[in-house]
């Protein structure tokens, strides 16, 4: 296969994961021009294309070499790496959790049912799209069950009779209860994984990989994080240092014309709510400000 220098990503066409990984990829300042058949994003700021394709194809172009990385959730990424025959090319890897399109893996009987634990499953069918960890979890708990294979609208399988209870992906639970079902183990924890080749390029896009994983990681770090503004005097300072939310220690910068007080800068991992800053100000704040956080380069 010729060796490309653009460094080539694919991701879910349409679906949960389209939105969110898009939004991701442009606060890592990565921009792109779609093609016709929207197919393929040509990448304008950086040598960075996307490759617009089905979710359960992802892992296949990875192994294959005909895409450097891809956005998938860990259930397709570890569905494949259980059920992908050996002449699939290079063993994947799991590079970063993104932290959307968090959802489970878990098994769901019919809610009459009077479930006691796995070894209870012995003899049924298990409606499922993901065999192969359906597999390895009868296999860990040494159940003998038979597993049906469906590509879709698994949640329906016990009411046409083709299944006993199913095991499928579960966000809110909302489907599994208009389906008079209940879930009772969960086998993944699953959300959008950054998934690629176990080793590096060599060439250019290994470099661009590691670029691209330096800013990654500045987006994911300050995601939820809030920067902190303050004053306080120096006598109060460290009662208000005590009660700042969790991150690193903060900065301190003297305020011109006022030797007692001094300017307090916080990252604080997380959300900060009014009864933090309430307490915060009781015990000698002022002048506070919660801002949002873009981009962090460490």
Not at 50 to 75: E, K, S
Not at 81 to 105: H, K, M, S, Y
Not at 149 to 157: D, N, Q
Request: with cysteine; hydrophobic share 40%.
């Amino acid at each position: 296969m010729k060796t490309r220098d653009r460094l080539r990503i694919a991701m879910q066409k349409s679906g949960r994961l389209t939105e969110p990984a898009l939004e991701l990829l442009k606060r890592c300042g990565l921009t792109f021009r779609q093609s016709r058949d929207k197919l393929f994003c040509f990448g304008e700021g950086e040598p960075v294309d996307l490759l617009l394709v089905r979710d359960d194809d992802i892992p296949g172009l990875i192994a294959q070499g005909v895409c450097d990385l891809g956005i998938v959730g860990r259930n397709v990424l570890d569905e494949y790496r259980l059920t992908a025959g050996r002449d699939d090319a290079a063993p994947l890897a799991e590079w970063r959790e993104l932290g959307f399109g968090r959802c489970r893996l878990s098994i769901a009987v019919q809610q009459e049912m009077d479930y006691q634990g796995p070894q209870q499953l012995a003899g049924l069918r298990i409606a499922t799209s993901y065999p192969g960890l359906l597999g390895e979890w009868l296999r860990t708990n040494g159940v003998d069950a038979s597993v049906v294979t469906l590509a879709g609208s698994v949640e329906i399988a016990p009411k046409l009779g083709t299944a006993d209870l199913i095991c499928d992906l579960v966000q809110s639970g909302g489907t599994l209860v208009a389906n008079q079902l209940r879930e009772t183990d969960v086998l993944l924890e699953s959300e959008a994984v950054l998934a690629g080749p176990k080793a590096l390029p060599t060439d250019e896009r290994g470099d661009l990989i590691e670029l691209l994983l330096k800013r990654l990681d500045g987006v994911i770090q300050v995601r939820e994080s809030r920067l902190l503004l303050l004053q306080t005097s120096r006598h109060t300072l460290d009662a208000v240092v005590r009660l700042l939310p969790g991150g690193p220690q903060p900065t301190l910068l003297p305020v011109a014309g006022q030797p007692d007080q001094l300017m307090l800068q916080a990252l604080c991992a997380g959300e900060v709510s009014w009864r933090e800053l309430e307490e915060i100000k009781k015990a000698g704040a002022r002048e506070m400000f919660v801002l949002p956080v873009e981009k962090m380069l460490a």
